[in-house]
């Protein structure tokens, strides 16, 4: 599968790839990509199967996801890259880490462990909201926020989904989503990894302090499989750290991508 992707930076610079969350589009990380890329990487931020202007299909899992990013990688050429990904992304990252360690260089996961989780109620009323949008018939951008207004009653949530509605040539709207493909195969968005096999590279975890979806008690199996992972805790954040905390977010990876971690170290909660 052909993936659509932005690319900043000069080439030949050493390669990070930015691998979006469920939901998402290349587009969340340009900010993030284009300040990156001006000290010293070459930044991919594809779009995955299913979202924004990469093909669509059926099948929506994690072996396939994590088969696109292989394919990308060799299609591009890209040599020993960086990966990072939040959310969906950080899963496929570390899937792609441990099948294929001698690929990477380092692995920055943004809030995602690989245990299993159970079904989230608040995916389920993203999906019914999205569907209960009839985008054929509204006429801007700020009419879709206030239909969308009575399902998600986070504002946050609402502009991040409404990054996926897209103007055509025509002036109708679309969705830049597969939103059945990704309805059908929800459930398969919560599998965990098994393995018992390890990434020995460097690896740096951030977590939100209001997320649940990496917990202390989830610190020792992360460890088993990545055993130099460090674990870095965002205060008042929740699982859209990036978003929430920025200039706090970029400082942490930058120390880390760039080797220079003691400015995050001295600043953060480091587990």
Same mark, same amino acid.
């Given at each position: 599968?052909?993936?659509?992707?932005?690319?900043?930076?000069?080439?030949?610079?050493?390669?990070?790839?930015?691998?979006?969350?469920?939901?998402?589009?290349?587009?969340?990380?340009?900010?993030?990509?284009?300040?990156? $890329?001006?000290?010293?990487?070459?930044?991919?931020?594809?779009?995955?199967?299913?979202?924004?202007?990469?093909?669509?299909?059926?099948?929506?899992?994690?072996?396939?996801?994590?088969?696109?990013?292989?394919?990308?990688?060799?299609?591009?050429?890209?040599?020993?890259?960086?990966?990072?990904?939040?959310?969906?992304?950080?899963?496929?990252?570390?899937?792609?880490?441990?099948?294929?360690?001698?690929?990477?260089?380092?692995?920055?996961?943004?809030?995602?462990?690989?245990?299993?989780?159970?079904?989230?109620?608040?995916?389920?009323?993203?999906?019914?909201?999205?569907?209960?949008?009839?985008? @054929?018939?509204?006429?801007?951008?700020?009419? $879709?926020?206030?239909?969308?207004?009575?399902?998600?009653?986070?504002?946050?949530?609402?502009?991040?989904?409404?990054?996926?509605?897209?103007? @055509?040539?025509?002036?109708?709207?679309?969705?830049?989503?597969?939103?059945?493909?990704?309805?059908?195969?929800?459930?398969?968005?919560?599998?965990?990894?098994?393995?018992?096999?390890?990434?020995?590279?460097?690896?740096?975890?951030?977590?939100?302090?209001?997320?649940?979806?990496?917990?202390?008690?989830?610190? @020792?199996?992360?460890?088993?499989?990545?055993?130099?992972?460090?674990?870095?805790?965002?205060?008042?954040?929740?699982?859209?750290?990036?978003?929430?905390?920025?200039?706090?977010?970029?400082?942490?990876?930058?120390?880390?991508?760039?080797?220079?971690?003691?400015?995050?170290?001295?600043?953060?909660?480091?587990?």
């Amino acid at each position: 599968m052909k993936l659509f992707y932005r690319r900043y930076g000069k080439q030949g610079n050493q390669p990070l790839i930015i691998l979006h969350g469920l939901f998402g589009i290349s587009d969340n990380w340009v900010t993030y990509g284009r300040r990156i $890329a001006m000290e010293g990487f070459e930044v991919f931020i594809p779009d995955q199967r299913n979202h924004g202007r990469s093909p669509r299909s059926e099948t929506f899992n994690y072996i396939a996801l994590t088969e696109d990013l292989f394919d990308f990688i060799d299609d591009n050429n890209i040599i020993n890259p960086i990966i990072m990904g939040h959310s969906m992304g950080g899963k496929v990252a570390m899937m792609f880490a441990l099948e294929n360690p001698e690929f990477t260089k380092k692995l920055i996961v943004i809030d995602i462990s690989l245990k299993a989780y159970g079904p989230r109620k608040s995916h389920l009323k993203i999906i019914e909201a999205m569907k209960k949008l009839n985008v @054929k018939d509204i006429k801007s951008r700020r009419e $879709a926020e206030t239909i969308l207004s009575q399902w998600i009653k986070e504002e946050r949530v609402r502009l991040f989904i409404l990054k996926n509605l897209h103007r @055509k040539p025509d002036g109708t709207f679309e969705w830049l989503i597969n939103i059945d493909a990704i309805e059908n195969n929800l459930d398969r968005m919560f599998d965990g990894i098994q393995t018992l096999t390890q990434y020995q590279k460097p690896t740096l975890f951030i977590r939100g302090e209001l997320s649940d979806y990496i917990l202390p008690e989830d610190y @020792k199996s992360i460890r088993y499989n990545f055993p130099n992972a460090e674990i870095v805790t965002i205060e008042g954040a929740s699982h859209w750290v990036h978003a929430e905390a920025p200039e706090k977010f970029y400082q942490i990876t930058y120390g880390f991508l760039t080797g220079n971690p003691s400015w995050y170290k001295n600043n953060f909660n480091y587990g």
